[in-house]
């Protein structure tokens, strides 16, 4: 662990949290349409910790789904209110960036899905813009 910062991300009724140890390794910006629909936004902001800098409290249900690369994909979401604080995806631990409420968040380092993208929002040209999955060409590089 490089530092001790720690950070609460919660479900909007406040059960369900997960505690962040230290700096996320990466944060992942998706407007894919899946992303879409399971948050209601027009993206996601998925943040990437190892497991070991996470703990979660309270009770969470599951719901699966096979991501477009075919691996599954498990979200935990709070029974009571809904939100979907936290997932795996092929051994990646993500809280979702919005459950920690906090403006001075790091920010995205890479966007995925550039075309879903809503027309209003603007490119973040200072990072990889991949146009599909990470496994498409990136559009810029940082
Ligand atoms: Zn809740
Ligand atoms: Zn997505």
Not at 57 to 81: A, M, T, V, W
Not at 107 to 134: C, D, F, Q, V
Request: with cysteine; hydrophobic share 30%; glycine share 10%.
């Amino acid at each position: 662990m490089t530092n001790s910062i720690k950070r609460k991300a919660s479900c909007h009724c406040g059960q369900f949290v997960v505690a962040a140890m230290g700096d996320p390794l990466r944060v992942v910006i998706c407007y894919c349409e899946d992303c879409q629909r399971r948050t209601g936004s027009s993206y996601n902001l998925g943040v990437v910790f190892d497991e070991s800098q996470l703990r979660l409290k309270g009770e969470f249900n599951c719901y699966h789904r096979s991501g477009d690369l075919g691996l599954e994909i498990e979200y935990h979401f709070c029974p009571e209110c809904g939100s979907n604080v936290h997932w795996i995806y092929d051994g990646a631990h993500v809280v979702a960036g919005g459950c920690f409420a906090n403006s001075d968040f790091p920010k995205p380092t890479m966007a995925l899905y550039g075309k879903r993208k809503h027309n209003w929002l603007h490119p973040l040209t200072e990072i990889p813009n991949y146009p599909g999955s990470r496994n498409s060409k990136p559009e810029y590089d940082a």
